[in-house]
Nanobody, 115 residues
Framework: QVQVVESGGGLVQPGGSLRLSCAAS??????????MGWYRQAPGKQRELVAR???????NYADSVKGRFILSRDNAKNTVYLQMSSLKPEDTAVYYC???????WGQGTQVTVSS
């Protein structure tokens, strides 16, 4: 059973930065071919895609975060990262990591952007 574990959320002021990490429990050889994504869910709203990365392709981003967020992966560590910059109050949400292999979700990490 695939497990994913997020970390790195917290409280940040508008304009600030945070980096989220997500580690997946699988062999490196399998992780290399795994598509990983970050989603978020704000109170009263549906869960939405933030960014997603597949093997051998560039990440794709939601329009609302393009130019501010960067998704990267370290296959040697079975980990993906979401570098978030120029954060806005509307980025406040619980951020979830998803592994395509195993259709596995993490427990979520809270990101709050507030002064």
């Amino acid at each position: 059973q695939v497990q994913v574990v997020e970390s790195g959320g917290g409280l940040v002021q508008p304009g600030g930065s945070l980096r989220l990490s997500c580690a997946a429990s699988m062999s490196r050889s399998i992780f290399t071919f795994n598509a990983m994504g970050w989603y978020r869910q704000a109170p009263g709203k549906q869960r939405e895609l933030v960014a997603r990365i597949s093997t051998g392709s560039s990440p794709n981003y939601a329009d609302s975060v393009k130019g501010r967020f960067i998704l990267s992966r370290d296959n040697a560590k079975n980990t993906v990262y979401l570098q978030m910059s120029s954060l806005k109050p509307e980025d406040t949400a619980v951020y979830y990591c998803h592994s395509a292999i195993g259709d596995a979700w993490g427990q979520g990490t809270q990101v709050t952007v507030s002064s």
